[in-house]
């Protein structure tokens, strides 16, 4: 699986944060990934996914996408987690602010060349369960 970081137009916080989750979800559905664990530190896309709100007539499209692709997956389990328990995505996300892009680089060359994201990948394996279970 590759990894792939790119700068997003300016905008909000959660439009970033549901336009990143779109990303992936297009990016899993390419891949043919039908069983999923999704982890933000948004609590406001976060909710809206699992509660199927719409908060925000910016964010109506870009939700019913993410509704559908979800809808196709046949086991997503969706929980948030503080920004400290999503650090390999701020580091990935601070590279694509920083106007890096690093496009379909497999995951061990991102690893050999910033060592601390290898030390994040391996923090990371150890968060949180899932909190909620879509099926």
């Known amino acids: 699986m590759a990894i792939t970081v790119s700068p997003l137009p300016i905008?909000?916080?959660?439009?970033?944060?549901?336009?990143?989750?779109?990303?992936?979800?297009?990016?899993?559905?390419?891949?043919?990934?039908?069983?999923?664990?999704?982890?933000?530190?948004?609590?406001v896309i976060i909710?809206?996914?699992?509660?199927?709100?719409?908060?925000s007539w910016?964010?109506?499209?870009?939700l019913i996408q993410i509704w559908r692709l979800l809808d196709d997956c046949m086991d997503v389990c969706i929980s948030h987690t503080y920004?400290?328990?999503?650090?390999?995505?701020?580091?990935?996300s601070n590279l694509g602010c920083d106007g890096l892009l690093v496009s379909s680089l497999h995951p061990l060359s991102i690893i050999e060349k910033h060592?601390?994201?290898?030390?994040?990948?391996?923090?990371?394996?150890?968060?949180?369960?899932?909190?909620?279970?879509?099926?």
């Not at 910016?58 to 870009?62: A, E």
């Not at 920004?83 to 990935?92: A, K, M, P, S």
């Not at 060592?115 to 099926?135: M, P, R, T, Y």
């Open 11 to 43: 905008n909000t916080n959660n439009m970033a944060e549901a336009q990143a989750l779109l990303a992936g979800l297009i990016l899993a559905k390419e891949g043919n990934f039908r069983l999923l664990h999704i982890e933000g530190d948004s609590s």
């Open 47 to 55: 909710n809206a996914c699992i509660h199927r709100t719409i908060f």
């Open 115 to 135: 060592v601390a994201l290898n030390k994040l990948i391996q923090e990371d394996k150890f968060a949180g369960s899932c909190s909620h279970i879509i099926v």
């Open 58 to 62: 910016k964010l109506k499209y870009i």
């Open 83 to 92: 920004r400290e328990g999503n650090q390999v995505v701020d580091f990935l």
